[in-house]
């Protein structure tokens, strides 16, 4: 009963704030009386119901909180629940001095007490509560906003990560296939969370779920509506170079059961409280598992996916203009130059042309700028950024899960994103199950990019 109370409470105050009542900030009282709340849930006093009931009270009082209460509340929760610095040194002294010793191993585990924090002890009580897995997620969320300005944060946040990624670990996971008859609110989900290519509307939603196409998504048994990540797939027999014919609704239905080729087009990641804890890899293994049994003609699996940050770095990067795009490329595309649009005297004029959209509708003309912006796209794709790794964050997950870059797609999404983050451009990353491990190793020990002959030949070109 006690428990029931605490999840109408917190369903109350996720309602209140729905429907837009003002959250609070700390006042004095309100201060003292959380302070005290985290205190008695520290202390772990009393029985397990009354325990409960104290997290329960906590949590709706944080819900209650406007930003900058909920960022005072999780630095009291940093600051004063940490390890004890003067035991912690005198478990220390003491493992040093029995080191050798029968004692040792007593002198260990109080050394691992010692550094164990309160905050722990209050994290896990939260995590008791029926709707508490999910609210400790949020509330990363919260404090990864806050972190990046309070730096006296990073230690609860290191340690809710990893909270989260033992409570999240891949064994804990179930793996479903969503579809058209799953229930609507979680349909809602893949709507609100689609990260890679938007859902425009409910008829767009059912093509993605038709009977060419499958989406899986990771849950957790505690947030049983709440998709962790979720890949789309497309089923055919090809390796689709162009995202907006694979989303046509239009298009007829193709047989699935003569489908030798698996497309993963969409992949995202759901819940930011998440950041850090990882199982995108794990998915696609077993989605690759499960479709294999299922459609045992398919022998391809790759991906159609986007380049996030090649504008961006190809504007920060003048150079990369002009290793592309030489003279007689420039004097291409002069001659294909609509009156009105700016020619360019060379290289570095080009991404002013660009930030017109104008050229992706001119046919000579984006024939034109084909080759330099495939060149460009490719020496990308092989930069390596800090620590040796590809700067692109899809292709560093891709490479880190064994694919290798296939082929590079000109204005394969000509949508408004498309243009903005990579001229239009798309790559596709291949799965071959005899080379995954293998470029796995490569990849972490070395840094070894696995690409096509094609890639590094337009990258040197």
Not at 247 to 266: C, G, K, M, N, W
Not at 300 to 323: G, V
Not at 412 to 436: F, K
Request: charged content about 30%; glycine content about 6%.
């Amino acid at each position: 009963m006690a428990e029931g109370m605490v999840v109408r409470g917190l369903r109350r105050v996720r309602t209140l704030l729905a429907e837009g009542s003002a959250p609070r900030g700390l006042d004095g009282k309100r201060l003292l009386r959380i302070r005290d709340l985290l205190h008695e849930c520290a202390s772990g006093i009393g029985g397990e119901v009354s325990a409960r009931q104290r997290a329960g009270r906590l949590a709706e009082a944080y819900l209650r909180l406007n930003d900058e209460g909920r960022a005072t509340f999780l630095r009291i929760v940093a600051t004063e629940f940490g390890p004890d610095p003067q035991q912690v040194a005198k478990a220390h002294s003491d493992y040093q001095a029995a080191i050798g010793s029968d004692a040792q191993w007593t002198a260990e585990s109080a050394l691992r007490n010692a550094m164990r924090s309160s905050r722990l002890r209050i994290l896990t009580q939260f995590n008791t509560l029926p709707q508490g897995v999910k609210f400790l997620v949020d509330l990363r969320a919260d404090l990864l906003r806050y972190v990046e300005t309070d730096p006296a944060l990073r230690s609860l946040d290191r340690e809710l990560e990893s909270r989260l990624s033992a409570w999240f670990d891949v064994g804990f996971l179930e793996l479903h296939r969503i579809t058209w008859s799953s229930p609507a609110a979680l349909l809602e989900k893949l709507i609100e969370y689609e990260a890679v290519h938007e859902i425009r509307s409910w008829s767009d939603l059912k093509n993605r779920l038709d009977s060419d196409r499958r989406c899986y998504a990771f849950f957790h048994p505690r947030m049983p509506m709440e998709p962790l990540i979720f890949v789309e797939v497309a089923l055919t027999d090809h390796l689709a170079d162009n995202v907006q014919t694979l989303l046509d609704e239009h298009a007829p239905v193709f047989d699935a059961q003569r489908a030798s080729t698996a497309i993963f087009y969409s992949i995202s990641n759901t819940q930011i409280g998440l950041r850090g804890v990882s199982f995108g890899n794990f998915l696609l293994k077993r989605v690759v598992d499960d479709l294999k049994r299922d459609y045992p003609r398919l022998v391809s699996f790759a991906t159609l996916s986007p380049l996030p940050s090649l504008r961006r770095w190809s504007e920060k990067t003048p150079d990369a203009w002009q290793q592309a795009f030489n003279r007689a490329d420039i004097e291409r595309i002069k001659r294909h130059l609509a009156p009105e649009m700016p020619a360019p005297d060379g290289a570095d004029d080009l991404p002013k042309l660009l930030a017109d959209d104008r050229w992706a509708n001119d046919e000579r003309l984006a024939r034109a700028l084909q080759h330099g912006l495939t060149r460009l796209a490719a020496r990308y794709l092989l930069t390596t950024g800090k620590g040796g790794r590809p700067y692109d964050p899809v292709a560093r997950f891709h490479l880190g899960n064994g694919a290798r870059i296939e082929r590079l797609n000109y204005l394969a999404d000509t949508s408004a994103r498309g243009r903005e983050q990579s001229y239009g451009l798309m790559v596709n990353y291949l799965y071959d199950p005899d080379t995954i491990e293998a470029n796995v190793e490569a990849f972490s020990r070395s840094g070894e990019i696995a690409a096509a002959a094609a890639i590094r030949r337009s990258a040197r070109d």
